[in-house]
């Protein structure tokens, strides 16, 4: 019962912290159009509302496609944070979108802006925030989850190593189990042989075990499977370095049957429309950087060389089939230094 007990308490925590981020998120996107309005100058009316929801509805959606709201224990708070503020981005475009075909909607351009600067740095903030509460808590001993890992191979070592490291995460490193004693642990604990770990687990001591075994120990991942089964730690493999370099750690589910890819593009549902989007904005950010430069070029040779800046010539060039081809150029710079017997003509 004392197993139980502690194993519901970490779930209900973890759940807990998700809760807190949605009801994070949903306030500061709701109290940032609010404030910006009350600021300036602008009252806040239906449709502002109506804005702030849709907006807030269409986050929690792209959300729940993205698989946000899930547990980022052990990820870098970056990864979290570039996430979230794509998802806030596609979000925002989304409902101004929407918004733009309906002309009642005159909200003031600067007040969007504002509104969304101000949620973009709330959202950093509040994440932090979350984060920092939660590794305090954790190293106070709340939701700890102990771990052990099966096999001394390097890369169980090192996940080990980084845990022991940055206890805020909240594991709890009991140690390495392995049936060789011998092996150098890099200042790992060891916990002792298979056999001692399948007891421990049993007795509800651990919380995780994560199984870093080679994959021609494919007897022993089996065996240790097996035994763990009927335990209420959590079971996780770690495919050993060769395997790990070539996979690109995800998985796919095709009709309840799970597939690891080996080759294939990470550019997929959302991911594709971010990529497009992203290419798109920096193409335009780019532009717009440059385009007095591109303007001082194309007034530069329209004022020194003579003729349009833009015409299409005619040129007989020996082809498959045989017909003349028409090919627009720009200025005519190259004239002076290839002269030919071509007719150009100003488009």
Known sequence: MKTFTHRA??????????MVQRFSDISIVFLGLYLVCVFSGVDFGYKDLVIALSVIVIFQMIGGIT???RS????????ELILILKNWSLSFLLTLGIVSLTPSFDIPFHVLIIWFVFVTVGFVFCRS?????????RKLGYNNRIVAVVGATPVGINLLKGFMEEPWLGFVVKGIYDDNAQIDLDGVPYG??????IHEAKDGRIDRVYIALNMKDEAIIKNVISQLTN?????????DIFTFNILQSRTEEINGVPVV??????????NMVFKRLEDIIVASIILFIISPILIVIACAVKFTSPGPVIFRESANKQVISSQ???LIKISRIWADFFPANTSNQPI
């Open 67 to 69: 698989d946000f709201y």
């Open 192 to 197: 002792g042989n298979l056999d001692a770990l």
């Open 261 to 270: 890819p080996l080759f294939d593009t990470p550019l997929n549902g959302i």
């Open 9 to 18: 308490r970490a779930n209900a925590n973890a759940s807990l912290i998700s």
């Open 231 to 239: 335990t209420t730690c959590s079971v996780l493999l770690i495919p």
């Open 72 to 79: 980022w224990r052990g990820v870098k708070i970056s990864t």
């Open 129 to 137: 925030g979350i984060r920092l509460c939660a590794g305090f808590l």
């Open 324 to 326: 003349a081809d028409s």
